[in-house]
């Protein structure tokens, strides 16, 4: 049966927070604790949370891979049901979680109810791929055999998440575990962890049984480490940082166990001279700004040609400059903080370093004080005449800095978006329907998008980059059965016949 999250600190407003075990809310076996704070308000304290470390991960593991001996053998329309079930829960809840996610995160309300929602879509989703065909039928050479193949879950799957999608990214890679007969142990970012707590909720009122989803909270080192490095751990899902990423694949390699990456992104919008400025400026803002550019998609190079720079330029930082920076609750607010002072403080250095350079600051330029000293802002920040060899036009920010980088044809404008080492997403903005299909063919990102921001996803559909930002596999949409799942082919002879 499932209790609710222990909630002590009897006498203040604080909740705090357990791990989620077999079925059973409990503190961290050390019974420390650590907070949780508002990156709008330093001063407001979201809640304490378990501090958990190896025991906390081995009682996780211990009851994944108990679960997964009678969840491998479930019926996918049973799994189905519960992914339909805790969607509808999480639905009913979109208001309050989206605020609770919004006040953690620092995303403005409408994004933090926005991202609620797409987690109900993206449970409903994976409650109908539980019930797709799994297997393909071969013809053999010899006529008797009847010669198929099925998929098979992998077993006790690690996902550990970062904090800028502190919902949408967990349901897209715990769903399709759920729905394809793995079991999971699940270690949100310490940053955002009572979103992360809500969405498991869900699914444990929806009625999954013990063990099969199991959430610990807690540092990298002592959840993280131990949870990728134990051998019940048979596949790893991971997004975040590219460094990160390295050393999960070498441990990973290391004890042969099967990993999903997604890490950073460095991602161009390329503005053509022929394409209609102000849709281009709206959505080139909208990819660079909107979630205060902490999104492994946003825009954070707008590669412009040369004849509509200057022009394309000023609406920007029109537009840039315009933009209202506050508390992300407040219905006005179109950007909210970063997630926290240390990113603040790193965005803002990154922009003086910039200042250094020839790129030339047109708008923002660091942290922003005043009324909004208690939080981790930063100024929406533009600069022009970026060198594309910069640590500007090189270096993944994760923070609302756009720079524009002028260019004298297309082909000199693909060349500046490949020479990185990312490629997530990028776009174009062209009339020209050719133009159009030569980038769509030429440019090195596993997401293209033509006439649209660089940023957004839709949950049917594979997700993922090439280069340095992904192992190669893709998750969402059909994509996730080939992570998630193994290949069984099976040779089926008749007996002789007497």
Same mark, same amino acid.
């Given at each position: ?232 751990? %048979? ?6 940082? !590219?460094?990160? +990423? ?5 441990? /990973? *390699?290391? $004890?042969? #166990? ?66 209202? %920076? ?6 006005? !607010?179109?950007? +909210? ?5 240390? /990113? *603040?403080? $790193?965005? #803002? ?66 060349? %500046? ?82």
């Amino acid at each position: 049966m499932v209790a609710s999250p222990p909630r002590s600190d009897a006498g203040t407003d604080v909740e705090t927070f357990g791990n989620y075990i077999n079925d059973e809310w409990r503190p961290a076996a050390s019974g420390a604790t650590m907070e949780n704070r508002n990156p709008a308000n330093r001063d407001e304290v979201i809640g304490h949370f378990a501090a958990s470390g190896q025991e906390d991960v081995e009682a996780a593991i211990a009851a994944a891979d108990e679960a997964y001996r009678t969840w491998r053998l479930s019926s996918p329309i049973t799994r189905a049901n519960i992914l339909h079930k805790a969607a509808n829960i999480l639905e009913s809840r979109i208001p309050d979680v989206g605020r609770e996610l919004t006040r953690e995160e620092g995303k403005t309300l409408k994004e933090g109810i926005g991202e609620t929602t797409r987690a109900v879509q993206i449970l409903r989703y994976f409650a109908g791929e539980a019930q797709q065909p799994s297997g393909e039928h071969y013809p053999s050479a010899n006529p008797n055999t009847l010669l198929y193949t099925t998929r098979e879950p992998l077993g006790v799957v690690a996902v550990i998440t970062p904090w800028n999608f502190p919902i949408a990214i967990p349901a897209w890679k715990i769903a399709p575990a759920l729905a394809f007969g793995n079991t999971v142990v699940f270690k949100p970012a310490s940053n955002t962890p009572l979103t992360a707590l809500r969405f498991v909720e869900a699914l444990a009122e929806a009625g999954l049984p013990a063990g099969v989803l199991n959430l610990v909270t807690g540092s990298a080192s002592k959840v993280g480490d131990p949870l990728v490095q134990d051998p019940r751990v %048979v596949a790893i899902s991971f997004t975040g940082s !590219t460094e990160t +990423g390295a050393e999960l694949r070498q441990t /990973a *390699a290391k $004890r042969g #166990a099967k990993i999903q990456l997604e890490l950073g992104g460095k991602n161009p919008a390329i503005v053509l001279a022929d394409a209609d400025l102000e849709h281009a400026v709206g959505q080139v803002v909208a990819g660079a700004m909107m979630s205060t550019g902490q999104k492994c998609t946003a825009t954070s190079r707008a590669i412009v040609d040369r004849r509509i720079a200057d022009r394309f330029t000023e609406l920007l930082a029109d537009r840039i400059g315009g933009l209202k %920076v506050g508390d992300p609750l407040a219905a006005e !607010t179109q950007i +909210g903080p970063l997630i926290d002072d240390r /990113a *603040a403080d $790193r965005v #803002a250095s990154e922009v003086d370093a910039a200042k250094k350079t020839s790129a030339e600051l047109l708008v923002g330029g660091g942290r922003l004080g005043g009324a909004l000293e208690r939080g981790a802002f930063v100024a929406p920040t533009l600069f022009t005449g970026v060198e594309p060899e910069s640590r500007l036009g090189q270096h993944e920010l994760f923070g609302p800095v756009l720079g524009v980088i002028p260019v004298d044809s297309m082909e000199e404008a693909i060349a %500046v978006a490949n020479q990185v080492k990312f490629g997530l997403s990028a776009s174009i903005f062209t009339r020209d329907l050719g133009r159009a299909l030569t980038f769509a063919r030429e440019i090195e990102a596993g997401i293209v998008h033509v006439n649209s921001e660089t940023a957004g996803a839709e949950p049917q559909v594979p997700f993922g980059g090439m280069k340095g930002s992904s192992s190669y596999s893709r998750e969402q949409g059909k994509a996730s059965r080939e992570f998630f799942t193994q290949v069984k082919t099976v040779y089926m002879d008749p007996p002789p016949s007497a």
